[in-house]
């Protein structure tokens, strides 16, 4: 039995927070949901009182304190076993981990030219080429884990590995990075998704502005 309690950052903008946060309602494991704007020049001094990294995401489990997006997630997964939150297979279950970890540690281009923003109006951005190198490696992932999957989601079912890449998955929508068709029925399955849809809702609703991250 678990006592989660998730501290997000807010849900327009804070893709780290995402990750966990769709896993959990993807696979319906109660927790409780803390959430601590950012909106701060220099962060928010209040993370100070949950968070050793200053960072959110960050889950609390009794006494146990789990920062750090990637961390939580293999937590929640140690917790839940039997809720398929890596792929059952061990090569499947590598390859997931490769994903998700490269996902974590890459793409500096991408994050830094694209800021997730769901509130913001669909609109084509033009993007320089190391941006483009990104873009093109992360279709590729896409497309190689959904051709050998058969989809909807990158391993078939619902995995870490669609969480770790959910806020690209935002990311591309909301900034049109790619015609691929790989895309459109991944976003589909992601977008479409009941955990997805209520981060959306609640995420359009914020008022805070994040300067930074309006480009
Ligand atoms: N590697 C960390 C990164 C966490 C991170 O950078 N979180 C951002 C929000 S999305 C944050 O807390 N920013 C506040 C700050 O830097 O003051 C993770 O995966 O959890």
């Known amino acids: 039995m678990t006592d989660f309690e998730l501290f997000i950052g ?54 146990l304190t789990v920062w750090d997006s990637l961390a939580i997630l293999e937590y929640v997964a140690d917790c839940y076993p039997q809720k398929g939150l890596w792929p059952e297979d061990r090569g499947a279950r590598a390859w997931a981990r490769a994903i998700s970890a490269e996902m974590h540690s890459g793409f500096p281009a991408l994050r830094n030219a694209c800021p ?39 391993f078939g079912e619902f995995t870490i ?13 909301t900034y049109s990075l790619s ?20 981060w959306e809702a609640e995420a359009v609703k914020e008022t805070w502005i994040v300067a930074v991250d309006e480009i």
Request: glycine share 4%; charged share 25%.
């Open 10 to 63: 807010n849900k327009n903008y804070s893709s780290w927070s995402f990750r966990p946060w769709i896993a959990l309602e993807h696979k319906d494991i109660p927790f409780r949901e803390k959430l601590v704007p950012f909106d701060f020049e220099n962060g928010n001094p209040n993370f100070r009182a949950f968070s050793p990294s200053m960072k959110v995401p960050v889950l609390k489990d009794g006494n």
């Open 116 to 154: 997730m923003n769901m509130r913001r109006p669909v609109e084509v951005l033009s993007v320089d080429e190391a941006v483009k190198s990104d873009i093109d490696r992360i279709v590729k992932i896409w497309t190689e884990c959904l051709e050998a999957s058969g989809g909807p989601f990158l």
């Open 161 to 173: 590995a669609d969480a770790m890449y959910a806020p690209v998955v935002s990311r591309f929508a």
């Open 179 to 198: 015609q691929d068709p790989v895309f459109k029925p991944y976003h589909d399955a992601m977008s479409g998704s009941n955990a997805w849809k209520t």
